[in-house]
Every structure is written in structure tokens, then in C-alpha cells.
């Protein structure tokens, strides 16, 4: 995957870039009442629409921001250094080409960009057939596991998470540590905390409700 996606970088910023569509013109300066991290957030949703029309500058820069950020979340969740940067570079790759399908009023460019990479993960876990990772185990990485984009969204929502935690109860905080930063399956968590594995998924879902309202996303 590192061929194609170095001859979409050396062209971002060369004299003969070209789009697929229309000239964009540049986004607008944010206004001032505007923080940082919302104008973060909006440049990267315009990036990732200019990419939708073959702007190749635009996916320059959203590879910058988001490939490091992307092999960094598949290492804390064990993978192997140069499996992550595989794993990085397919996201990667996956936003060139899906960009299209990118609506900026349902999701924040992380999110999209997260959620693809959540699911090039399973996949590679399904392909690999990990002889330590059950298919139940999969089907909890995909539908109740917290989710790698609700909580690795990136610096913006860094600290608003830390104050989530927080507030969490101690039995609430212990699940989401092994569930999330641990990567224990339920199953393994009942068994390390001696609990019922029907306590274990109701810690974590009052756990998440708690760190969704705090990341203002129990709307969504």
C-alpha cells in the first residue's frame, strides 16, 4: 500500500497538482469566538470534502494529521509496529477513495477517519484468524466495545475524556481500563475482577453513557 499512496503524496505539493473537480476555493479564517480545536476540526472536514474532488494537497495533509495518529491506536491495541504501519497506510488509503462518502453533518473528520480504521483492524483480525481471539470476541471489538473513535478522537477531545474518567466510579473506571486501554474482552474482565460477565457490560455501558454526554455525543 506504501506505492500508491507515496504517488498521491509526491504529486501534493509538486507544480502540476491537479483536482477531479471544481477549484475550492481556501476555507475561511475562523472567527475569533472560535476555538482551536473546533477550527481544527472544521479544517479537517473541509480537507477531507476537497479530497471527495481529487485534492490531493488536502489528503497531504490529512495524512499528516491522521497516519500517526491511526499506527499510534492500533499499537496500543498490541499490534506489531509494522503491522500497525500497514494497518495505518490502508486507512489511509481507504480515505482517498472513499472520501465521497464522507457527510460532514453526520460525523467529525476523526470519527469517519477512526471508524475505518476500527474496521480495517477486525478485519485483519478476522483474516489472521488469531488463535487467542474468538469470533465472540470479534463480535464484541465491534458492536459493545467502546469505540476507538468515541475515545481516541484525537487532541480535541483529550480533555474533556480525562474529565469523564474521572467522574467515573471506581468499578466503572476499572472496566473501561481493561475493556479499552487493556483490550481484555468481557469475558476476560469477569474472570481478572471475579464478577458476573452481565456486571461487566453494565459497568461499561453506564461508563460510557457518562463519558458520551461528556464528549457531547449522547445526542448523536
Request: net charge neutral.
Amino acid at each position: 500500500m506504501i506505492a500508491p499512496l507515496a504517488s498521491l503524496l509526491s504529486h501534493a505539493t509538486g507544480p502540476d497538482q491537479t483536482r477531479t473537480g471544481p477549484a475550492r476555493p481556501f476555507a475561511a479564517q475562523p472567527s475569533p469566538a472560535r476555538s482551536p480545536d473546533d477550527a481544527l476540526a472544521a479544517r479537517l472536514s473541509d480537507d477531507l470534502v476537497a479530497v471527495a474532488s481529487g485534492d490531493r494537497a488536502a489528503f497531504a495533509r490529512l495524512f499528516g494529521h491522521f497516519a500517526p495518529r491511526v499506527k499510534a491506536y492500533m499499537l496500543k491495541l498490541g499490534m506489531p509496529a509494522q503491522r500497525a504501519e500497514d494497518l495505518a497506510q490502508d486507512t489511509m488509503l481507504s480515505v482517498w477513495r472513499k472520501a465521497s462518502l464522507y457527510d460532514p453533518a453526520k460525523a467529525e473528520a476523526a470519527t469517519w477517519v477512526f471508524t475505518i480504521a476500527r474496521n480495517l483492524r477486525i478485519d485483519a483480525l478476522r483474516r489472521e484468524r488469531h488463535p487467542e481471539v474468538s469470533d465472540d470476541e470479534l463480535l464484541e471489538h465491534e458492536d459493545d466495545r467502546p469505540r476507538a473513535d468515541e475515545l481516541l478522537d484525537g487532541d480535541r477531545r483529550a480533555r474533556r475524556l480525562r474529565g469523564a474518567l474521572a467522574e467515573l466510579t471506581p468499578e466503572q473506571a476499572e472496566v473501561v481500563q481493561l475493556s479499552f486501554f487493556a483490550d481484555l474482552a468481557h469475558p476476560a474482565i469477569a474472570e481478572r475482577l471475579d464478577v458476573p460477565l452481565g456486571t461487566v457490560k453494565s459497568r461499561l455501558r453506564l461508563a460510557m453513557v457518562k463519558i458520551r454526554k461528556a464528549l457531547g455525543d449522547d445526542d448523536r
